[in-house]
């Protein structure tokens, strides 16, 4: 599976960015894709997650301000950012896992594959 992440950029607080993951190769494996980030000196975190059935799962700092979709022709998840912060600084990487559950949805180590990453920077 190839993760082939876009949209990163420079967005000014309280603004809105869009984040979009294309997924190629073996992706009937897959049964959840996702976005961590890492800001610097800081440990990566899962920001959302999605199920292959539409479920979704957030990181608790990003609740009522991130959606993930899932777009299933086009095998691309979307990461939609509003109302952004600084602290929102770091480089995300589309994830994709072909044994992920609940339990294990936050361990870097549920997914098997990793998109190059994009860095998103929020000014103030």
């Known amino acids: 599976v190839q993760l082939q992440a876009s949209g990163g950029g420079l967005v000014q607080a309280g603004g809105s960015l869009r984040l979009s993951c294309a997924a190629t190769?073996?992706?009937?494996?897959?049964?959840?894709m996702g976005w961590y980030r890492q800001a610097p000196g800081k440990q990566r975190e899962l920001v959302a997650a999605i199920f292959s059935g539409g479920s979704t799962n957030y990181g608790d700092s990003v609740k009522g301000r991130f959606t993930i979709s899932k777009e299933y022709l086009k095998d691309t998840v979307y990461l939609q950012m509003n109302s952004v912060k600084p602290e929102d600084t770091a480089v995300y990487y589309c994830?994709?896992?072909?044994?992920?559950?609940?339990?294990?949805?936050?361990?870097?180590?549920?997914?098997?594959?990793w998109g190059q990453g994009t860095q998103v920077t929020v000014s103030s």
């Open positions: 994830v994709a896992g072909p044994t992920v559950i609940l339990s294990n949805l936050r361990n870097v180590a549920a997914y098997a594959y």
């Open positions: 190769g073996s992706i009937l494996s897959i049964n959840a």
